[in-house]
């Protein structure tokens, strides 16, 4: 059976074509200041993990520039890293690392079919400062009746937020990511920010 898989070369991508210009008031991209506050406080915790991890989800999205509205804060890393953000967050958690499978509300579309995705990871659950902060561990993802992918593995982009180096997971694996579930209207998020970064800094 197919899996769904993350090639080195990703095809290219025929989005649209956007424009130089002032953006509008609810174009701008920014935490909500819980979320905020709870990135920053997590990248001063995890600065000495000796496990990769990166901050993925929405919010990691945002601090890359993409315009979307995240309500919680996902950490991507292995079954190693989530022990170890356990052992280094235990005055947060609310859930012990465990094994978990569910079901995304939002099917991909493949070829015009709409699939089921699910995805499996090693997981914590913690509440750091009124945030939820979900730890995901060598997170795979399975898509309709295909095969799990194997666990995401990537290198971190880092960026500052208000002084303090966060690593997230690339732009580029998220677009290859969405492109690859169908979901071209997240894609294309990727693709303006990315678009408004160049423009920003030449």
Request: proline content about 7%.
């Amino acid at each position: 059976m197919p899996a769904l898989r993350l090639s080195d070369k990703p095809k290219p991508i025929s989005l649209p074509h956007f424009e130089s210009r002032i953006p509008k008031p609810e174009e701008l991209v920014t935490l909500t200041k819980p979320l905020l506050d709870a990135t920053i406080m997590i990248g001063k915790t995890l600065t000495n993990c000796t496990n990769k991890w990166a901050i993925g989800g929405d919010v990691g999205e945002v601090i890359s520039g993409v315009n979307v509205q995240p309500s919680q804060i996902a950490i991507l890393t292995t079954r190693e890293g989530c022990d170890e953000i356990t052992r280094n967050l235990a005055k947060y958690q609310i859930e012990p690392p465990r094994t978990v499978e569910r079901e995304l509300e939002r099917d991909a579309k493949i070829d015009l079919k709409l699939l089921k995705i699910w995805i499996k990871s090693y997981t914590a659950r913690f509440d750091v400062q009124g945030s939820q902060l979900d730890v995901h561990g060598d997170l795979q993802i399975k898509v309709g009746d295909w095969e799990w992918g194997d666990p995401l593995d990537f290198e971190p982009d880092y960026v500052y937020v208000v002084g303090v180096k966060v690593p997230t997971v690339p732009l580029k694996v998220k677009s290859e990511l969405y492109t690859g579930l169908g979901w071209m209207d997240r894609a294309s998020k990727i693709h303006e920010a990315v678009m408004r970064s160049r423009h920003m800094f030449g």
